[in-house]
């Protein structure tokens, strides 16, 4: 009887289950729906051009990257002049996958992607295939921006007091945080009335703090001795949140803010798919660029200016096929020269290293969380939680050398990734792979360490005149010793920060970098790191210089402090490749910055006298 009525009960309960299950699916559709509706559709209009291109425009802006969208939206702004925007790329529409921060590492080695290598390394990458370096690049509208990592940091004030001090006037620190602020909307509460914010502008900017493991790493930073600052403010060395280019759990690229916008703006055409192969120079002045759009080749003019914004890869190598560059290895592949400059010297990059560590306590970021619906669901509804941010939810800036500078130029980063990496994003080898990478489902996480002052230089030049072979890549890393002795500064700082209260009550431990292939050397001594270094470190997508830029009458420099090609009319360049050196942090929102900067002097604008602050 008792039997029965249980069985009966459980009958009528799985019937009312079943709907009510339902219903919650209906439910969870609907909010799903409506969250895909307003975080991927809504805020994201096709800025594409899709009728036919003009034969002429006043302005050509070579490279929809972090660079090239900016300064194309800046210039449209004069109702009297008409710019075109070529990207090689597609539109940043195709993929729900570019605007979701979590997402970032599956873009990579998809068509959005140039999938650069350089070529074999003689002192680093021991531990990859064949010994390359593999560089992802955003190919579409955004470029990197729609492809990186979001973290948002503007270097040192001492890197543009370096970049003045070599003759490039109007570079200083001084001179170049009006143009951050002018494109920062600073979303982070605590900092919106700082002097070294501003709100209002397109680029959204917020921070992480998404799983528990963000506060100890802090805590972990305060029992080393070290101040908890805001790395973009008065004092870079420090430990902080990230601040991150995101806005409600959407990443702000350059394309989604400055162009989706102002989509529609009458004397601003778009076209993606659309390859220059050449800038066309007569008599020293550029007067067009050869396209490949829709497989056919097509020439359009620029009455005013042509600006490069490919990028530090593709800047100088279009620079070279235009014959502009080296004069003997313009020579050696047949194509006349222009003018004969420096172009794809001065390649600088930082490296990064992954230190891993396993941890007892689940405070980080699974792929469990990851997989979770609840998760998901947060996001779409509210842009919050693990998906709306990289997974690296700490930073700290260090001066590792002796100074007793408070406001010191920092020469290590760590960058806090808060997830325990199991996949081959970098190219390892399969043998190092299986022993450095972690274990599926394992919890961990790893501090990233960034090598910020570079002295080995390397170059890029052309393998051939063929505008779609890539380019010759040598980055000639570590073949600077300094550069070594840097990393063991930063291995002594890591092992420090490991061996914190902090850290320790979450299990943190040097085991996960006991490596075999080097354990010749005794674990933890200078050699031992410096073997390490030299297998496992690769690059943190951030090479910049290969456009130098200085003053005229610098051998070394390829475009003047206005940012024009040196002896050739109407031809710029503004992207990460104009850095005399590379900045102190990462490249994003310094490109930016040069891409405002450089809208103003084309213009023959000052619109940032109203950002000037005082005593900063
Ligand atoms: C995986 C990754 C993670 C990163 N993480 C961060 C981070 O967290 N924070 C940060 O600050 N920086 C980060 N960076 C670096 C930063 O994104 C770059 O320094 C910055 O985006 C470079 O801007 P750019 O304008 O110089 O070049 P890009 O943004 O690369 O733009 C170049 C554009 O030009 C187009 N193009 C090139 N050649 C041609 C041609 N011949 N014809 C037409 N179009 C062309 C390209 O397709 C591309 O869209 C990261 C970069 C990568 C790749
Ligand atoms: C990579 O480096 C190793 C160790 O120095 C060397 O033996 C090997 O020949 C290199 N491979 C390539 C492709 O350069
Ligand atoms: C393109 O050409 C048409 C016809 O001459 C002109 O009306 C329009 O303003 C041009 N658009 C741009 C963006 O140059
Ligand atoms: C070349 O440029 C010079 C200087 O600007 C000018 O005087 C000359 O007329 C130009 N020649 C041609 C063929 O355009």
């Known amino acids: 009887m008792e039997q029965n009525q249980q069985t009966n009960f459980r009958f009528r309960f799985s019937i009312s289950g079943i709907i009510a299950t339902m219903n919650w699916f209906a439910v969870f559709g609907i909010i799903i729906a409506v969250g895909y509706y307003f975080i991927a559709r809504k805020s994201m209009p096709s800025v594409v051009t899709n009728g036919k291109l003009n034969t002429s425009y006043d302005y050509i802006v070579v490279g929809a990257g972090s660079a090239g969208s900016v300064i194309a939206s ?181 394309s989604l803010e400055f162009l989706g916008r102002i989509n529609g703006r009458k004397n601003l055409h778009i076209s993606v798919r659309s390859m220059v192969t050449k800038i066309n120079i007569e008599n020293k002045t550029a007067k067009g660029v050869y396209v490949i759009k829709d497989g056919r080749k097509i020439y359009i003019e620029a009455k005013k200016e042509v600006i490069v914004s490919g990028g530090a890869v593709n800047s100088p190598q279009l620079l070279m096929l235009s014959g502009v560059g080296p004069k003997q290895h313009l020579e050696s592949l047949g194509i006349k020269v222009e003018v004969d400059l420096p172009v794809g010297d001065n390649l600088q990059d930082h490296l990064l290293l992954h230190t891993f560590s396993s941890i007892s306590v689940d405070v980080g970021i699974t792929e469990e969380k990851i997989q979770s619906v609840m998760n998901e669901l947060k996001y779409r509804l509210f842009g919050t939680g693990i998906y709306s941010i990289s997974g690296v939810d700490g930073n700290g800036f260090f001066c590792t050398y002796e100074t007793d500078e408070k406001n010191c130029a920092p020469d290590i980063q760590f960058m806090m990734y808060s997830l325990s990496m199991s996949d081959n994003f970098l190219c390892f080898k399969d043998d190092v792979a299986k022993e450095y990478l972690n274990k599926p489902g394992s919890l961990g996480f790893s501090t990233v360490m960034s090598l910020l002052d570079p002295k080995s230089v390397g170059t890029i030049r052309l393998q051939s005149a063929d505008p779609f072979d890539y380019p010759l890549i040598d980055p000639q890393y570590l073949t600077d010793r300094r550069d070594v002795d840097a990393y063991i500064r930063g291995f002594r700082l890591w092992e420090k920060f490991i061996s914190t209260p902090a850290m320790k009550a979450i299990g943190a431990n040097f085991e996960k970098m006991k490596l075999s292939f080097c354990l010749q050397h005794k674990f933890q001594s200078d050699a031992y790191w410096d073997c390490v270094v030299r297998h496992l470190a690769y690059t943190v997508y951030h090479p910049a210089g290969t456009c130098k830029m200085g003053r005229s009458d610098d051998k070394t420099a390829v475009v003047d402090p206005q940012l024009r090609v040196k002896g050739i009319k109407n031809l710029r360049v503004a992207d990460a490749s104009i850095m005399p050196n590379v900045i102190s942090g990462n490249t994003n929102a310094p490109v930016i910055m040069i891409a405002e900067k450089v809208s103003d002097l084309i213009r023959g604008k000052n619109t940032v006298n109203h950002l000037r602050r005082e005593n900063v």
């Not at 990579?108 to 074999?120: G, I, L």
């Not at 605590?190 to 998404?210: A, E, M, P, Q, R």
């Not at 430990?239 to 806005?247: D, N």
């Open 74 to 254: 800046r210039l449209s702004e004069d109702p009297d002049v008409s710019v075109l925007l070529l990207e090689a790329g597609g539109d940043y529409t195709e993929s729900e996958l570019y605007h979701i921060p979590l997402k970032f590492f599956s873009l990579q080695r998809t068509e959005s992607d140039w999938e650069y290598y350089t070529v074999p390394q003689k002192e680093s990458h021991l531990g990859m295939v064949e010994n390359r370096s593999y560089w992802p690049r955003g190919k579409l509208l955004g470029g990197s921006s729609i492809f990186n990592s979001m973290q948002y940091t503007r270097g040192s004030r001492h890197d543009y007091d370096e970049w003045a001090e070599l003759g490039c006037d109007g570079w200083s620190y001084n001179d170049v945080l009006p143009y951050f602020l002018k494109s920062e909307d600073m979303l982070i509460d605590s900092l919106k009335d700082s002097k070294y914010h501003n709100t209002g502008g397109y680029l959204g900017i917020s921070t992480g703090g998404v799983s528990p493991i963000s506060d100890v790493y802090l805590q972990a930073g305060k029992e080393m001795g070290y101040d908890v600052v805001d790395y973009n403010g008065e004092v870079q060395e420090g430990w902080s949140p990230m601040q991150y280019t995101i806005r409600n759990g959407v990443r702000s690229s350059t």
